[in-house]
């Protein structure tokens, strides 16, 4: 149940690279990130690879595999053609640092920015009540486990540099959406989702809801609602006089 | 070393799971300037593996249940051995750890009434851990993540402490280190050091545990003069993968048997029922119809026996893989299929849904699962005192998995989350209080050059073997022979083989240079893995019973003269130096509630 695979392995640095062939043994029931290991203990030992928990749980072995945004610890081998060359990239969306290994520090930023939740006061026995079904939105969007995948798919910025001040990607904006429908929580983010997160600016493809390795909607149950919302709240035509009239009266 | 980058705080907490996070956010609220250093990215640290849940006794599903129950649930796990003092501080205050992560964001599941739910996990005597489905580890870490980058806590990432700086009274004053990215080298300047590493599965083949798990905070601390405690101990979980190979060791969540899931033999019999200890026997279901009835009605059955605390488990699975009574791939089958419906397991199992999916194509709805033991959790670590987290070096402290004490021989279940959040605060509080009362040394300026010099050792030499071949033949020797069943005859070959490895990490050989280089990183982790290797190795052997997570075929079952011993590792500059010391005396009013029940 052993086979020789070719793989394609981008290698180099911020200054540039290209794609190096090797040819590595695969056993039965392998992933991706178990030939990257194989290599590194056989003919590379300095490839640079992210991993931690390798179960699908961490979020740190993302990488294009054939050109798509992937987990390489839940990209199992017999998916492909045993004389299929697999070819193994570092995400796009990112400043290249070694090898596979990018800089994500974008998405770190963009968490920071976000105003932090606000939780309203316990009741007098110092609990906090709420029903499943209340809690069950938030949820799901807390299952993330920010590999980022959808920050590297997502077309406003995968190809557009320059959108990335004004355009937080689809984890945080599902963060946003995921603390608007919190229970608990008590700050208004709306605001903060269209004029620092570029809310307007996802045209809801659902590229990131496909290459959600948790398979969370991000599209359908976060962005779209979270739209939603944002108009709701905007174009609400006393909301939007009340506002209009402040904005004057302050400038 | 003047082109060394250097900084400086009052507390320099090192790792980034849910003991660092919550030491760092806890000294941060106490006013000191307080940074994390964690190996891999924020987010990503081993906790986030953890499934089950936080064992909290809130009583939100079991009124009946207090404190002192829970107390005295983690003691008979431990077989007694724990730190007394610890496991009540950590029993009293685990409610409002919890309660505190809701008012960071996290959202537990449920009950009818609203509070947060509570379930079944192996050893405790109410459905008693705070849970969100299966993934309960990784809503603490990104709570506490949020937490401490809301609080703008400083947090340096992918950067790797090689050696802790003392000054020349022994005090602590600082951590040496290099950034995985850069290969540069810096220096953090602080009074107080929190340890918060983790633990050292690493060191075996099969594992539960992420590379991050190499001992490394364990290895420090000898090295700057601290002790270990309980070495011996060593957790292997009764369930893990065991297909395919390459996910052999991945964990398969205890919460499958607290919600009906069964373990059975190649015959189809659910074998637990012969491995009953005496010890347990009073407590534990005798027929499969009391076990099956316990689920709903626990006040009139006894538990299943698959929820014995893990080390009787993992041994029971031992024997009947080793009586050939296994499944296929070498383990037993653990069943929640033919016994819960399909809704419900998806629901209240979704990430093991999704893991045996995607990593072996295996339905959990409708097949049974293969699962064998899994090198899990160290009970040993750190010595430090109960109420501050303090190691014997003035100004190092250790929380969460890296201390010990608190777990005894074995840990229960649901009890590592909330043991992080406990001590976790606990240090962050001392560590602040120590570093205010007190002056910062100056960094030594000799020991940081050596520290470089060291580190860079190993680009020096040539034609030497990779370092991944000695760490591969350090797990097959921890696993082959310091594993779930022990004899000296063995243990005293694991520690010939580790003195051979020892000389063969001094003649390895690094190739590349020094920015993101795995291989490099992995020569700098070896020597941990090693020390704490023999750290294990050493205190196995010399514990002549069976107690917990340390089993020796040669000196079968407890032994009065153990049951009041601890184990204590010491660093003597070459080689690991034992000691025996009494176990703290648990005061009268504590162990009454052993004598209420018994």
Not at chain 1, 9 to 26: H, K, N, P, Y
Not at chain 1, 188 to 208: P, Q, S, Y
Request: hydrophobic share 40%.
């Amino acid at each position: 149940m052993t086979h020789e695979a070719a793989f394609r392995v981008w290698r180099g640095d911020a200054s540039g690279g290209q794609l190096q062939d090797f040819t590595v043994t695969v056993n039965e029931g392998e992933v991706v990130l178990d030939i990257l290991h194989r290599l590194q203990a056989t003919q590379t030992p300095d490839l640079a690879v992210r991993w931690n928990c390798k179960a699908g749980k961490c979020g740190s072995c993302s990488a294009e595999i054939n050109g798509r945004p992937r987990l390489m610890c839940l990209t199992r081998m017999g998916t492909f053609a045993p004389d299929e060359v697999v070819t193994i990239t570092p995400l796009r969306a990112f400043p290249v640092i070694r090898d596979l290994v990018t800089d994500v520090s974008f998405n770190y930023e963009k968490a920071a920015a976000i105003p932090p939740f606000t939780p309203q006061a316990r009741e007098a026995d110092g609990s906090h009540r709420m029903q499943q079904i209340d809690v069950e939105r938030s949820q799901e969007f807390r299952k993330c486990i920010e590999c980022f995948l959808c920050q590297d798919v997502c077309h406003v910025v995968r190809d557009h540099e320059d959108n990335k001040p004004a355009f937080s990607g689809p984890r945080f904006l599902m963060r946003l959406a995921e603390l608007d429908m919190h229970p608990l929580d008590t700050v208004d983010r709306k605001a903060f989702a269209v004029e620092e997160g570029g809310l307007g600016m996802c045209n809801i493809t659902k590229c990131c809801t496909e290459v959600c390795p948790e398979g969370i909607h991000i599209t359908d149950n976060a962005l779209i609602p979270m739209k939603e919302r944002v108009v709701d709240r905007r174009y609400v035509p006393t909301t939007w006089l009340g506002r209009t009239i402040r904005r004057r009266g302050s400038s | 070393m003047t082109e060394l980058e250097r900084h400086d705080y009052d507390v320099v907490v090192i790792g980034a799971g849910g003991a660092g996070l919550r030491a760092a956010i806890e000294a941060h609220e106490q006013g000191a300037r307080t940074a994390v250093v964690c190996k891999s990215l924020l987010g990503k640290a081993h906790t986030v593996m953890a499934e089950g849940g936080i064992a909290a006794a809130m009583g939100n599903v079991y009124p009946e249940d207090g404190w002192k129950v829970h107390f005295r649930d983690t003691m008979r796990g431990g077989k007694m051995l724990n730190h007394w003092r610890m496991a009540q501080l950590h029993a009293q205050e685990a409610p409002d750890r919890v309660r505190e992560l809701e008012d960071w964001g996290a959202l537990f599941d449920r009950t009818p009434d609203g509070l947060i739910s509570q379930r079944d996990f192996g050893g405790h005597r109410y459905a008693r851990l705070a849970h969100v489905g299966d993934r309960t580890g990784l809503e603490l870490l990104r709570t506490l993540q949020q937490r401490a980058v809301a609080l703008g806590i400083d947090v340096y990432m992918e950067c790797t402490v090689t050696r802790l700086l003392t000054a020349d009274d022994g005090r602590i004053c600082g951590a040496f280190g290099y950034w995985r990215e850069s290969g540069r080298f810096l220096a953090l300047q602080a009074p107080s050091v929190v340890l918060a590493t983790g633990g050292i599965g690493k060191s075996y083949k099969v594992t539960s545990n992420s590379w991050e798990y190499t001992g490394d905070g364990h290895s420090l601390a000898l090295q700057a003069g601290a002790t270990l405690v309980n070495m011996e101990f060593v957790q292997f979980h009764p369930t893990g993968m065991v297909w395919p190979p390459s996910v052999r060791g991945i964990l398969v969540t205890e919460s499958v048997r607290g919600d009906g899931g069964v373990l059975k033999n190649s015959a189809g019999n659910r074998f637990m029922f012969d491995y009953i200890p005496d010890y347990f026997r009073k407590e534990t279901a005798e027929t499969e119809e009391e076990a099956d009835r316990w689920y709903v009605d626990k006040k009139n059955n006894r538990r299943p026996p698959e929820l014995l605390p893990r080390d009787e488990v993992a041994r029971a699975i031992n024997s009947e893989v080793k009586a050939g009574r296994g499944s296929p791939h070498g383990g037993v089958f653990l069943d929640i299929a033919s016994r819960r419906d399909a809704d419900y397991i998806r629901k209240r199992l979704p990430s093991m849904y999704h893991q045996f999916k995607e990593l072996a194509e295996v339905d959990i709805t409708a097949e049974a699962m293969e699962v064998g033991p899994t090198c899990h959790y160290v009970m040993g670590g750190v010595e430090v005192d109960p109420e501050t987290a303090a190691a014997v070096v003035p100004g190092l402290f250790a929380a969460g998995e890296v201390a010990g004490g608190m777990h005894g021989s074995n840990r229960l279940g649901g009890n590592s989350l909330s043991d992080l959040l406990v001590f976790g605060r606990r240090a962050g509080t001392a560590a602040a209080a120590y570093a205010k009362a007190t002056t910062v040394a100056a960094l030594p300026e000799t020991a940081l050059t050596e520290a470089a010099t060291a580190a860079l050792a190993p680009f020096a030499r040539e034609g030497g073997e990779n370092p991944y071949t000695i760490q591969h033949d350090l797990q097959e020797a921890m696993n082959e022979l310091v594993g779930i069943i022990r004899t000296a005859a063995e243990i005293e070959q694991a520690l010939a083989r580790i003195e051979e490895l020892k000389l063969r990490v001094q003649a390895l050989t690094v190739e590349g240079h020094r920015q993101y280089n795995p291989g490099w990183h992995l020569a700098l982790d070896l020597p941990h893995m090693l020390r704490v290797s023999e750290c294990i190795a050493r205190a196995a052997l010399e514990r002549q019973e069976s107690r917990g997570g340390h089993t020796r075929e040669d000196f079968p079952g407890p032994q009065d003269e153990w049951a009041a011993l601890n184990v204590i590792c010491r660093y003597d500059g070459d080689g690991v130096a034992l000691s025996r010391q009494p176990l703290p005396v648990m005061p009268p009013d504590l162990a009454e509630i052993f004598e209420e029940t018994a």
